[in-house]
């Protein structure tokens, strides 16, 4: 019999529609799901038990009594630990918030709230989201659930892992290099990077920048665009929500869900390693190699080729450390002792650059841009590997060292998702299987610009294609092997920024 937790969210929120499941039945059982698994993964860092069951209890009421239900009546939500949640602690991952409790839901969550959601709790995410390996000095870190040992990546590593072991059915993620598609590609569920200003955010500190982006993360396409749904909307406060008399300007919820059908057949599709520039591991080409086998045949058209991205590297090194100067610049001149390695690390790159540095950055990223688009005029989608390594252990910082090649820097090895970033174009992680270490390969889908729904349509109808295949299919984690392996927080080094 199928534990509630592990329904998918479409099928729940049917079923609780119908009246058939109860809310309360499916907030208990992701509860026990967690206290079941989590000490040997640490994904669920802060939860609002009493909130959340009084939240579902009226939820079971309105269902009964016929009340209008939105999208998401009765689903319990992961929610990351940057996004402010009324009465709930948020620490950043950080302990200079250890109590942090906000008086508000951030805009985002208030609109899941709105849409019928039940916050359960917090997931764990790396210091400001710094670091795409989901440890903190709060916290500790969170394993992945195919091997507690290794990173779940980040920094949505808490959500990633919440959704693989049936803790939420959905739950919410950021991402500025990669961190909605990092962790999803680690541990084999599905993270969405939707183009800058669907998802409204008014805490950007530097509004114009669209290098960071909210979105969803579930265990499949369907459920994703589910909570895509209802987290499009407008903001005021955010600059990139445009809007054209009070109308949204590009997007509307109906925009994703449901899912639109799309003809594979009739596709033009690109495929590349590396996107012309990131380092690779060898054993995630080949992996990548074996799925767009599997694929082409599925395709009107496959061929193997990127656009140019000369000077992608520099150019995102520059632009990200303007969000971390802006944010956090003057607090970690000041205080440098609280604040960790990668937060440090940003703040003394961004001091070393000019003006004439962010010129030239700023120049070379609209040359990308631009280059992206003539490349897009005879291609579809583009496909790659949504990360440049497989798993490997959280006491590891980050890869400094990739099939021989040093990286650059500690986001370095986030290559093959913030070069999609670098142009705002839309992208998921979409998982396909495991490597040949066993460990969960995620395909990257990279849409054109504004493509948003396509990418989605495409995902969908590749995660329909390959359901029946068990080397091709979403991998699920050993629940019997976590609920028996000892807690995470006994291992060196679990609390701890380095």
């Given at each position: ?44 860092v802060a939860l609002d038990t009493d909130r959340a069951l009084a939240a579902a209890r009226n939820a079971e009421r309105e269902a009964k009594g016929g009340a209008r239900l939105g999208p998401l009546h009765g689903l ?423």
């Amino acid at each position: 019999m199928t534990d509630a937790c592990d329904l998918t969210a479409l099928e729940a929120r049917r079923l609780i529609g119908t009246r058939k499941l109860s809310p309360v039945e499916l907030v208990q059982s992701c509860l026990a799901r967690i206290g079941e698994v989590d000490k040997a993964v640490n994904a669920m860092v802060a939860l609002d038990t009493d909130r959340a069951l009084a939240a579902a209890r009226n939820a079971e009421r309105e269902a009964k009594g016929g009340a209008r239900l939105g999208p998401l009546h009765g689903l319990p939500l992961g929610i990351k630990d940057l996004e402010d949640t009324a009465g709930l602690v948020t620490t950043y991952g950080s302990p200079i918030f250890r109590d942090h409790v906000p008086d508000r839901d951030q805009g985002m969550v208030a609109r899941l709230r709105e849409a019928g959601g039940i916050v359960l709790g917090k997931t764990n995410t790396p210091e400001f989201g710094a670091g795409a390996n989901t440890r903190n000095a709060v916290y500790g870190a969170t394993g992945n659930p195919f091997d507690p040992t290794r990173s779940a990546a980040g920094s949505s590593g808490g959500s990633a892992v919440a959704l693989a072991c049936g803790m939420v059915p959905l739950a919410s993620g950021s991402d500025t290099g990669g961190s909605l598609r990092n962790p999803a590609a680690f541990c084999g569920i599905v993270g969405f990077r939707p183009s800058p200003g669907i998802v409204p955010s008014g805490r950007r500190p530097i509004g114009w920048t669209p290098l960071p982006v909210l979105g969803p993360m579930a265990r499949n396409v369907p459920d994703l665009c589910l909570m895509m749904s209802a987290m499009a909307s407008d903001d005021a406060a955010d600059p990139l929500a445009y809007t054209l008399h009070d109308r949204p300007a590009r997007a509307v919820p109906a925009d994703f869900f449901p899912v639109r059908r799309v003809d594979l057949s009739s596709l033009r599709v690109a495929a590349t390693e590396d996107l012309g520039f990131a380092p690779t591991e060898g054993l995630v080409r080949e992996a990548f190699r074996a799925r767009v086998a599997a694929l082409e045949p599925l395709f009107g058209e496959l061929r193997q080729g990127h656009p140019d991205s000369s000077g992608a590297d520099e150019a995102f090194a520059v632009l990200r450390a303007d969000n971390f100067l802006a944010g956090l610049g003057d607090k970690v001149r000041a205080n440098p002792q609280d604040y960790g390695p990668n937060v440090r690390a940003n703040v003394a790159e961004g001091d070393g650059y000019s003006l004439a540095d962010h010129a030239r950055a700023a120049v070379t990223q609209t040359a990308i841009y631009r280059r992206w688009q003539a490349f897009f005029r005879d291609v579809d989608v583009m496909i790659s590997p949504a990360i440049t390594v497989s798993p490997r252990p959280w006491s590891e910082l980050y890869p400094r060292v990739i099939d021989g090649q040093e990286t650059h820097s500690y986001f370095h090895w986030l290559a093959l998702a913030y070069g999609v970033t670098l142009v705002g174009h839309p992208a998921i992680s979409l998982p396909m299987g495991v490597d040949s270490r066993g460990m969960p390969f995620g395909l990257q889908i990279i849409g054109p610009r504004g493509g948003d729904a396509l990418v989605l349509a495409v995902a969908a109808a590749i995660e329909a294609e390959v359901k029946g295949d068990p080397t091709l299919a979403r991998p699920v984690p050993d629940l019997g092997r976590l609920r028996q392996a000892p807690p995470i927080s006994g291992m060196p080094g679990f609390i701890g920024f380095d």
